[in-house]
């Protein structure tokens, strides 16, 4: 019996890792030498450091000195989401972080911030943050306490939807807030700037892109102004991020940047098969008969990321339709793939308003850049047996 080649469509989980990417680990795991240490060997290292951080820079169109690499994007989060900011040589405190209800675990958290000094803000029924109560919140901030901070999600892991950046930015530093930007799922999916998010600190992830898993990185907008280091050491990343770091993985992520400026028109166009796939899962549930309900596109009526959907079919339970598809060679998910690894109810699409039954049912498909119509054709026979077997 010939088994058949699976196929991943869970790119927003962990996208695989790029041939360029394992080439750079292999070569920097095969060099000695600590990037702290002035010997020839310490300088190589720190030199693939340093063309990984410049690649990295290049990518996302910014300066390579206001790049700081750290274990992922979760540290990333709990490095930027700080009470304190250093200002050249004084501090500035933070008294309260406002957060999205559909943002990232490592960002609802709160980071360094107490559960008193958090408030969550609600969204609309299409995932986007709500400006008008958050322009609320802000105007009743209690300035003489400190300054506030907001954090945002540029594109949502589960629903792809996609947050007005630039209008949250302007209305955050209207009243002297601060701004961090989730950009984990938007790079290597959409083109954009630094600049007009209107950031003023954004955190990454490598292992999004096709870089190893393990290494994320922290771009602050102004070099003079940064959290307060979550790690202390030898001084490592400037003083931003103490303890050795992790040369072969950054010089992955590095790879992986250099790969994708290079390919990110072509990975865009991939990601068009996202809107075919939607209109066949809608016909597929109508032609099946009034035994099977239409989808629920979550996010759609939204600009999403173009490799996301997030759907459900009322009656068909995500945790039934995940194991038959993985039985089928389709590795799909029913959302984030941050917490235990079970099926259980999103507070992404809770926020939205979503009902039990549309929660129990969500499944996400994420796209990437090595799958192709193959992929996305045995995805839908295999939903056309779930759907034909719901209907029997």
């Given at each position: 019996m010939v088994q058949q080649a699976r196929h991943y469509l869970d790119y927003n989980a962990s996208a695989p890792l790029l041939d360029c990417a394992r080439e750079s680990m292999i070569k920097a795991m095969s060099d000695a030498g600590n990037a702290s240490s002035v010997h020839f060997e310490g300088r190589a290292a720190r030199k693939t450091i340093e063309k990984a951080r410049s690649s990295f820079a290049s990518f996302i169109d910014f300066k390579a000195t206001n790049v700081i690499f750290t274990s992922g994007a979760t540290e990333a989060a709990n490095h930027v989401l700080s009470p304190v900011i250093r200002a050249g040589g004084h501090e500035i405190k933070i008294s309260r972080l406002y957060l999205g209800a559909t943002e990232h675990p490592c960002v609802l958290q709160g980071g360094r911030f107490s559960k008193e000094q958090i408030e969550i803000l609600p969204t609309n029924h299409n995932g986007i943050l709500d400006i008008h109560a958050l322009e609320a919140a802000l105007e009743t901030h209690d300035a003489h306490a400190g300054q506030?901070?907001?954090?945002?999600?540029?594109?949502?892991?589960?629903?792809?939807?996609?947050?007005?950046?630039?209008?949250?930015?302007?209305?955050?530093?209207?009243?002297?807030?601060?701004?961090?930007?989730?950009?984990?799922?938007?790079?290597?999916?959409?083109?954009?700037?630094?600049?007009?998010?209107?950031?003023?600190?954004?955190?990454?992830?490598?292992?999004?892109?096709?870089?190893?898993?393990?290494?994320?990185?922290?771009?602050?907008?102004?070099?003079?102004?940064?959290?307060?280091?979550?790690?202390?050491?030898?001084?490592?990343?400037?003083?931003?991020?103490?303890?050795?770091?992790?040369?072969?993985?950054?010089?992955?992520?590095?790879?992986?940047?250099?790969?994708?400026?290079?390919?990110?028109?072509?990975?865009?166009?991939?990601?068009?098969?996202?809107?075919?796939?939607?209109?066949?899962?809608?016909?597929?549930?109508?032609?099946?008969?009034?035994e099977i309900a239409q989808p629920v596109f979550f996010g759609k009526a939204e600009n999403r990321l173009g490799n996301t959907s997030c759907f459900s079919v009322p009656g068909i339970k995500a945790e039934t339709a995940l194991m038959a598809l993985d039985l089928d060679g389709i590795s799909v998910s029913s959302g984030s793939a941050c917490s235990s690894g079970k099926v259980k109810k999103s507070h992404v699409l809770e926020a939205m308003g979503a009902s039990d039954e549309e929660m129990q049912g969500a499944v996400r498909l994420s796209l990437g850049w090595q799958e192709d119509n193959l992929g996305a054709e045995r995805f839908l026979a295999a939903w056309k047996t779930i759907v034909g077997r719901m209907a029997a």
């Open positions: 506030p901070m907001v954090a945002v999600q540029f594109a949502n892991n589960e629903t792809g939807v996609i947050q007005p950046v630039k209008k949250i930015a302007e209305v955050t530093h209207k009243y002297d807030g601060f701004l961090v930007v989730d950009t984990v799922q938007a790079l290597g999916k959409m083109p954009f700037s630094i600049e007009d998010t209107g950031a003023d600190f954004l955190i990454f992830s490598s292992h999004k892109i096709g870089g190893p898993q393990g290494v994320g990185a922290i771009v602050l907008r102004d070099a003079l102004l940064s959290p307060m280091p979550l790690l202390n050491g030898g001084g490592q990343e400037n003083y931003h991020r103490g303890g050795t770091e992790n040369i072969a993985a950054i010089a992955g992520f590095g790879a992986a940047c250099e790969w994708h400026k290079e390919n990110l028109t072509k990975n865009i166009k991939i990601f068009s098969l996202r809107d075919s796939i939607e209109e066949r899962l809608d016909t597929i549930c109508r032609e099946a008969g009034n």
